[in-house]
C-alpha cells in the first residue's frame, strides 16, 4: 500500500476510514536550544547566532497561541547536548487506529548522530503517558524522520511520505505494513526543503499549503490528486520564512511565521486565519511552527 505514481493509484480518499483529528499538543522547551552544527541549508550562516532568551519568548508565544486555541499543551523537558530536541515533531510518527480505539507512537530513526539521542526521551514520555511505543523492524536498514516527513492526511487513515534528504522511501513500505494504512510517497528534489513539513501543510481534508519547487512533476500531481484546492506558497515565502511549516490545528487557524503576507492573503481567501507567531529564532535551525509540535491523539 504504498504508492509513487498516478498510475499505480487504487484508492480514493473517500472510501478511506475515518481518521479523527488530534486534539492534544506535546511541545518540548528550548531550555538547550541552539544552532551548533550544520544538518541543513537553513543553518549553515547561524552557528552559534541563536538569542537565547528571545527564543524562550518566542516559544511562550507559540504556547500560548495553542492553549488559546483549545489545545493545553503536553510539555517535554529539553535536554543538555540536544539542540535540536525542540523540534518534537521529528522523533515520533504518533497513530491512532479508531477501529480498536488504540493509540501509539513509531519511534524515528534520526538520519543525523547529532539528533539520535532525542528518541530514547520521548520513547520514555510516551511509555509514561501509557501509548503504544512501536519501532520499525531491526533489519530494515533505513533512516526515518518522524513527522517531519510523515504527515496524516487530515481526517482520513493515509499519510503523506517525504523521502530524499532525511528519510529513506524503504522505511514506508514498513510503516504502511506496521499501521495498516496507505502511504503516498513524495519525492524532495531541493535540499532547502530537507523534510516534507516544509514543504506542504495539508490545512483540512480538502485544502493544503504547499511550494511547489520542492517536487518534482510526478510529486505534484499525486499532491494535486487528493488536496481539492492547493494554496501555493510564493517561494521567497516558502524557503526563507518557511510558510508552509505553519500548522492547522482546528481546520480554521493556521499558526505561521509572522511576515508571510501573500501566503496569509491566499489563505483568507479560502477563509483560513492566519495567526502570525515570530519564530525567527527557530527558523536559524530550519523550523518553525511545525517543527516545534507534535499533535497527539
Given at each position: 500500500m504504498v504508492y509513487q505514481t498516478l498510475d499505480a493509484l487504487d484508492v480514493q480518499l473517500k472510501d478511506l476510514p475515518v481518521l479523527p483529528p488530534p486534539n492534544r499538543v506535546v511541545l518540548t522547551?528550548?531550555?538547550?536550544?541552539?544552532?551548533?552544527?550544520?544538518?541543513?541549508?537553513?543553518?549553515?550562516?547561524?552557528?552559534?547566532?541563536?538569542?537565547?532568551?528571545?527564543?524562550?519568548?518566542?516559544?511562550?508565544?507559540?504556547?500560548?497561541?495553542y492553549t488559546a486555541l483549545d489545545r493545553k499543551p503536553v510539555v517535554v523537558n529539553g535536554q543538555p547536548g540536544?539542540?535540536?530536541?525542540?523540534?518534537?515533531?521529528?522523533?515520533?510518527?504518533?497513530?491512532?487506529?479508531?477501529?480498536?480505539?488504540?493509540?501509539?507512537?513509531?519511534?524515528?530513526?534520526?538520519?543525523?548522530e547529532h539528533r539520535e539521542g532525542e528518541v530514547p526521551y520521548y520513547d520514555r514520555f510516551f511509555e509514561d503517558m501509557g501509548y503504544a511505543v512501536k519501532t520499525l523492524r531491526e533489519d530494515l536498514d533505513a533512516d526515518f524522520e518522524g513527522m517531519g516527513d510523515a504527515l496524516w492526511h487530515p481526517t482520513r487513515r493515509l499519510l503523506w511520505g517525504g523521502y530524499g534528504y532525511r528519510t529513506s522511501p524503504e522505511a514506508y513500505e514498513a510503516l504502511s505494513d506496521l499501521l495498516d494504512v496507505p502511504v503516498v510517497l513524495l519525492r524532495l528534489t531541493d535540499p532547502d526543503y530537507y523534510h516534507l513539513d516544509t514543504c506542504l501543510c495539508p490545512l483540512d481534508a480538502e485544502h493544503a499549503l504547499v511550494a511547489p519547487d520542492a517536487f518534482d512533476d510526478t510529486g505534484r500531481a499525486l499532491i494535486?490528486?487528493?488536496?481539492?484546492?492547493?494554496?501555493e506558497v510564493p517561494d521567497h515565502e516558502a524557503r526563507h520564512q518557511l510558510a508552509c511549516n505553519g500548522h492547522c490545528p482546528d481546520g480554521t487557524h493556521v499558526l505561521i511565521q509572522e511576515g508571510c503576507e501573500q501566503t496569509n492573503e491566499r489563505l483568507r481567501e479560502h477563509n483560513f486565519v492566519p495567526v502570525e507567531l515570530d519564530t525567527s529564532e527557530f527558523l536559524?535551525?530550519?523550523?518553525?511552527?511545525f517543527c516545534m509540535k507534535q499533535m497527539i491523539w
Open positions: 522547551t528550548p531550555t538547550h536550544f541552539d544552532v551548533e552544527y550544520v544538518i541543513n541549508p537553513h543553518m549553515s550562516e547561524n552557528v552559534g547566532a541563536v538569542r537565547k532568551e528571545v527564543a524562550w519568548q518566542q516559544w511562550k508565544a507559540v504556547r500560548a497561541a540536544l539542540p535540536d530536541m525542540v523540534f518534537c515533531a521529528n522523533q515520533t510518527l504518533p497513530f491512532y487506529n479508531p477501529g480498536a480505539d488504540t493509540k501509539g507512537v513509531v519511534l524515528s530513526r534520526m538520519h543525523s494535486e490528486s487528493f488536496f481539492d484546492t492547493l494554496i536559524k535551525a530550519g523550523g518553525s511552527v
